[in-house]
């Protein structure tokens, strides 16, 4: 046991003294101090170049979005007349809504989950055009040489 030996020991609620453990949790403070720092670090590399600071957030953007509203929609479309009822059946009905094909094969039924929907729809239009320029601004930038 390397690591959270501390705590355990503090723990123990029959050893009062022991108790002065906690204490030593404030070092758990200097660990997030340096881990912002580490991401400050990742985030000015990653938006030294604009397009590509763009490019990666929108992707970071389109997954997260993806993710929670197969979550939302799974909770939400309870309804027995609903046609997502797994994990995958959400996981699809996201990617096709944020990428706004539709095909219909999965669609909400609820007023909760219809929500969701005008919420992904609007987000993927958003995300898919800043992709669009993300690649367009290969074709446009001008090479120094």
Same mark, same amino acid.
Request: hydrophobic share 50%.
């Given at each position: ?84 009822? @797994?994990? +995958?059946?959400? /996981?699809?009905? #996201? ?5 706004? !094909? %539709?095909?219909?094969?999965? &669609?909400?039924? @609820?007023? +909760?989950?219809? /929500?969701?929907? #005008? ?5 993927? !239009? %958003?995300?898919?055009?800043? &992709? ?14």
């Amino acid at each position: 046991m390397k690591w959270g030996w501390i705590d355990l020991i503090s723990s123990v609620p029959a050893i009062s003294y022991l108790r002065a453990g906690r204490v030593l949790r404030l070092i758990r403070l200097l660990r997030l101090i340096r881990a912002f720092r580490s991401t400050q670090m990742f985030v000015k590399h990653v938006f030294r170049n604009k397009a590509q600071g763009a490019f990666t957030s929108v992707s970071i953007l389109a997954v997260l979005l993806i993710i929670f509203s197969s979550i939302a929609i799974l909770q939400v479309e309870r309804d027995p007349n609903s046609n997502i009822k @797994t994990a +995958e059946d959400a /996981i699809w009905w #996201a990617y096709v809504t944020i990428t706004t !094909v %539709g095909y219909g094969d999965k &669609f909400p039924v @609820t007023t +909760e989950g219809r /929500i969701i929907a #005008a919420v992904l729809m609007t987000a993927g !239009v %958003g995300l898919f055009g800043t &992709f669009t320029a993300y690649v367009s601004s290969w074709f446009v930038v001008v090479k120094e040489e």
